[in-house]
């Protein structure tokens, strides 16, 4: 495991979605595994924290979701590009080797039964608050994150530092056919 991994605050747990990056989820029902990129994620509260994800129907991740009430987003870097791009071009559904062809290396924290993808920049467990309305009709997940971790390389005292951190652990940001831009350069406004 990476050595430079270490929990987040659940406090600053929003932090690592606030930017807008491309995430993967992961999730696990029944020893069934699967990841699977999405570009719609956002942070929804700080406490508890919870987050928002669009999980289009027909995704095998999807199902494991909601038949084991959780699972795992996560922050892939530029180095996992290429990865990113299969996992969501992919189904488990149709490869049952999906996660081996794709190149994907789980592990979990501790005694945590979730599918943690390997080389990320960050990781939100978190548990299914069900909406059966908003799923159906919007594909739109609630999770409550009940726990965080980042690599201390580019995510550490509550903040990103994609500006000193080696531009491979920079996050992704989709915009349409295999196409994505890595985070840019910091700026910062002045503060009156």
């Known amino acids: 495991m990476n050595l430079h991994i270490a929990t987040v605050a659940l406090?600053?747990?929003?932090?690592?979605?606030?930017?807008?990056?491309?995430?993967?989820?992961?999730?696990?029902?029944?020893?069934?595994?699967?990841?699977?990129?999405?570009?719609?994620?956002?942070?929804?509260?700080?406490?508890?924290?919870?987050?928002?994800?669009?999980?289009?129907?027909?995704?095998?991740?999807?199902?494991?979701?909601?038949?084991?009430?959780?699972?795992?987003?996560?922050?892939?870097?530029?180095?996992?590009?290429?990865?990113?791009?299969?996992?969501?071009?992919?189904?488990l559904l149709n490869d049952p080797d999906k996660l081996a062809h794709c190149g994907v290396e789980l592990f979990s924290f501790d005694d945590d039964r979730l599918p943690f993808v390997a080389g990320c920049s960050a990781w939100l467990a978190c548990r299914l608050i069900p909406e059966p309305h908003n799923q159906q009709t919007h594909d739109l997940f609630i999770g409550e994150v009940t726990g965080a971790w980042s690599d201390t390389r580019v995510f550490k005292d509550g903040h990103w530092h994609f500006d000193s951190a080696d531009p491979a652990l920079r996050s992704l940001h989709y915009v349409a056919g295999g196409q994505f831009y890595a985070i840019g350069e910091s700026l910062t406004a002045k503060v009156k």
């Open 11 to 91: 406090e600053k747990a929003y932090r690592l979605l606030n930017h807008g990056p491309t995430v993967l989820v992961s999730a696990c029902h029944e020893g069934v595994n699967d990841v699977m990129a999405a570009a719609w994620a956002c942070a929804l509260d700080f406490s508890p924290p919870k987050l928002t994800v669009v999980l289009d129907k027909m995704t095998k991740t999807r199902a494991l979701i909601e038949q084991s009430g959780h699972f795992v987003i996560q922050v892939p870097t530029v180095d996992q590009l290429q990865l990113t791009y299969e996992v969501g071009n992919r189904s």
